[in-house]
């Protein structure tokens, strides 16, 4: 009797061991094929900039190709819910906002994803300033006569948005809370639509990122009226912030992180974040970051461990924020 108790723990942990031969092998040998960052934000923007930058470095780095695949709807999370439920390889991962892992979980009141269930970080990336602009004949020229301008003619005027739930809709959805206003929401499938129409003339405003606005501010297609937040940023150093120009405590941003599917082995999550961070280190990575206005987190941000305790902080102070807003969506 003993001996077949024996027999079978012995078998069971043959099958244990068999199983997790395998699940070595493929760790020790990715990547053996290119990898995808899925991108949830349209062609053009911010968020496909920064993974396209990503995506040569990492390429360089690991030694396989690296495709970005834009993949929209839904302020993002229509890409987010995909890689969460998509294959758990190492092999499609994704390159989200603030809006994508924080604020997503607010602003519906049924998110198809729980970021802190089912993804694993890899890294932070970068950070944006945001800015506030607006058509080029909007007869404004900084934020309080904005203010004065958009709280007489509330009624007729148009924002736009890299989509309904997307970081630069939430954000100037937070700037209309905060100045008191109540003008009318155009979500696009993404922010360069969104700029082209403003370039047009056909919406008032935007909250945008140096990416997708600065060329255009410096052409003169469009009038910038603040960066939304609370020091000016570097890459438009004459350009005065929103609490410069009297609104207090006001501070909103974008940044930029990796995530991967939760359940991908800790081998391949290990060598990913090793390949992020030295990817990272690269001259052309940090040039071409620099050059869309974005600056890379500094070494002591960069580790997986930091990216987890950050998105357990942002979703904590988005989740106040949006509550007091009030703003949701369906």
């Given amino acids: 009797m003993r001996g ?34 899925v991108v949830p934000f349209a062609a053009g923007g911010a968020a496909d900039g920064t993974a396209r930058v990503v995506a040569i470095g990492l390429s360089e780095v690991l030694g396989q190709n690296v495709i970005v695949e834009n993949f929209t709807g839904a302020g993002s999370t229509i890409g987010a819910n995909r890689v969460a439920k998509g294959p758990a390889d190492g092999y499609q991962i994704l390159l989200g906002s603030t ?8 602003l519906y009141k049924r998110p198809t994803y729980d970021t802190l269930k089912d993804f694993a970080p890899v890294a932070l990336i970068s950070r944006q300033a945001l800015v506030l602009a ?18 007489a003619n509330q009624a007729n005027m148009q ?21 008191g206003v109540h003008t009318t929401h155009v979500p696009y499938r993404g922010g360069a639509p969104a700029l082209q129409d403003l370039i047009g003339g056909r919406i008032d405003y ?106 357990e902080s942002e979703i904590a102070t988005w989740g106040k924020t949006i509550k007091a807003s009030g703003i949701t969506l369906d």
């Fill in 206 to 311: 935007l909250c945008l990122t140096d990416l997708t606005s600065r060329a255009q501010i410096e052409g003169g297609t469009i009038k910038a009226i603040a960066v939304l937040g609370a020091d000016r940023s570097p890459h438009l150093p004459d350009l005065a912030s929103a609490r410069e120009q009297g609104l207090a405590d006001f501070d909103v941003g974008i940044w930029y992180a990796l995530a991967a599917p939760k359940a991908v082995p800790a081998p391949i999550m290990r060598k990913l974040q090793a390949a992020t961070v030295a990817a990272m280190e690269l001259p052309i990575v940090q040039t071409q970051t620099q050059k869309m206005g974005a600056d890379l987190v500094p070494a002591n941000e960069r580790s997986s461990e930091y990216l987890q305790k950050f998105l």
């Fill in 134 to 151: 607006v058509r080029k004949d909007l007869p404004v020229n900084d934020l309080p006569t904005f203010i004065a301008y958009a709280k």
């Fill in 4 to 37: 077949r108790t024996l027999l079978r723990d012995a078998i069971a942990i043959a099958v244990v061991l068999c199983a997790l031969v395998p699940l070595r092998t493929m760790a020790q040998e990715w990547p053996t094929r290119p990898l995808t960052i």
């Fill in 159 to 179: 924002f736009g948005s890299a989509g309904a739930g997307s970081g630069i809709h939430l954000a100037c959805a937070v700037f209309n809370a905060a100045i």
């Fill in 99 to 106: 809006g994508t892992f924080a604020q997503s979980q607010f």
